[in-house]
């Protein structure tokens, strides 16, 4: 019953192009739908086609626009919008590549979830609903992002992002309260150590102080807990994005201009989960060590250990990671794998397996909100979308609110954003 797909190109949150979708059903419905792009990529992500001529620096996403428009959309036209692994399948085929090279996933996740969203309204169903069925009532824990880092900001902060994780709260709604009030203590406290210049924020709205010290980052999160009045209710979550401070020919970890060895790493960061709050690392190290990634998480028990360019939302990786005992739980990106059946098989096969899975946002954002939805859907307990601050990212939380409104018993999954069920 698709009817109609348009694609066009619009701006993310830096400002670059990326690719929106339009998918119109006979029976009426409508599906929209804008692809974010990320800063840190993982180097085993599916390929967002960039057009690589002078406009927009490079950065245009024409050639795939143009891949929906000529090739999708003649294969798509008179499917039923329903059948969405069907639809995503025929498009992986079109482009035939193991990594959506050729079609681009940008163009490829555009139509997948605006087919999704058009199905949806189709049928009448908030999207969360039409993924996820009636089983769907888990409202996830954010992770806010309050503090940024390495490639996400103009400071000196090795790590990537530094969140908090309000499992104390009652609900989203309090729990989005909760680090908002927090955000702003954050801001005082930085301004009176640092001053005015230092409360300029990142990419994804977290405040990106002159620090390069890990443990002063902490210690301003730990104030501004307190100040706030949260200390038993909100804890923190790391990313550091290790693979964007590891240097390869070394060999080492380079972390405040010194170079560590892997087991020095590992030993920081059991030093600073002991000396804080601390329940959730991401990609503690690089992207291709799933040993050291084992490692880390037998040593370091108790802490999820959340593989995000490790396993790029790719059911391949993750079995190998599975195998060998590499983290606890996936970080799931729809754009980091290109369609939305696959990155449900992902998060299905991270559950079977005792993983936690996390779903997140790109630090290049839209208002696009599908993520809220999709969390919620797949009950996955936990989302990271940014700092509680700028349009792109509290569009995923106010549809959070939303939807918690909505849901005749949501159950906020608090302590248990591991295995909220
Ligand atoms: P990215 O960062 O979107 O720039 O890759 C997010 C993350 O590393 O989790
Ligand atoms: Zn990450």
Request: glycine share 10%; net charge negative; with cysteine.
């Amino acid at each position: 019953d698709i009817y109609d797909i348009k694609a066009r190109e619009v701006i993310d949150s830096r400002g670059n192009p990326t690719v929106e979708v339009e998918v119109l059903t006979v029976g009426g419905g409508y599906g929209r739908a804008i692809v974010p792009s990320g800063a840190s990529t993982g180097t085993h992500e599916a390929v967002e086609l960039r057009d690589k001529e002078p406009r927009f620096g490079g950065k245009g996403v024409l050639l795939a626009v143009d891949n929906v428009n000529s090739i999708i959309k003649p294969e798509l036209i008179g499917y039923d919008s329903r059948m969405q692994r069907e639809i995503d399948i025929i498009m992986r085929e079109l482009d035939n590549t193991e990594n959506k090279g050729k079609l681009g996933a940008n163009a490829i996740l555009a139509v997948s979830l605006a087919v999704a969203k058009a199905a949806a309204d189709n049928a009448s169903l908030p999207l969360y609903k039409y993924i996820g069925g009636c089983n769907s009532y888990v409202m996830p824990v954010p992770m806010m992002n309050v503090l940024n880092g390495g490639e996400h900001a103009g400071n000196e902060l090795d790590f990537q992002e530094f969140m908090i994780m309000p499992i104390g709260a009652d609900s989203v709604a309090e729990a989005i309260r909760m680090c908002s009030e927090t955000y702003h203590t954050l801001k005082n406290v930085i301004l009176n150590k640092y001053g005015k210049d230092a409360t300029n924020v990142g990419d994804e709205g977290g405040f990106a102080p002159p620090v390069n010290d890990i443990r002063e980052a902490l210690d301003l999160l730990n104030e501004a807990v307190k100040t706030a009045g949260y200390e038993d209710k909100i804890v923190f979550a790391l990313d550091s994005a290790a693979s964007e401070f590891y240097d390869k020919e070394k060999g080492k970890y380079i972390v405040k201009g010194k170079a560590m060895t892997t087991d020095e790493l590992i030993s920081l960061y059991k030093e600073i989960v002991n000396e804080y709050p601390i329940v959730s690392l991401e990609d503690p190290l690089h992207e291709e060590d799933f040993k050291g990634f084992a490692t880390i998480t037998k040593e370091l028990k108790g802490i999820q250990m959340v593989g995000d360019d490790i396993f790029v939302t790719n059911t391949e990786r993750l079995k190998k990671g599975i195998e060998v005992g590499a983290g606890n739980a996936l970080l799931l990106k729809v754009n980091q794998i290109g369609t939305l059946s696959e990155s449900i098989d992902a998060a299905n096969l991270a559950f079977r397996n005792g993983y936690g899975v996390v779903v997140s946002h790109r630090s290049g954002e839209t208002e696009d909100t599908t993520i809220a939805d999709l969390a919620v859907a797949l009950n996955t307990g936990q989302i990271k979308t940014g700092a509680p601050a700028r349009g792109e990212r509290t569009s995923k939380y106010n549809q959070l609110m939303r939807i918690e409104e909505e849901l005749g018993y949501p159950k906020y999954a608090g302590k248990n954003f591991r295995c909220p069920f």
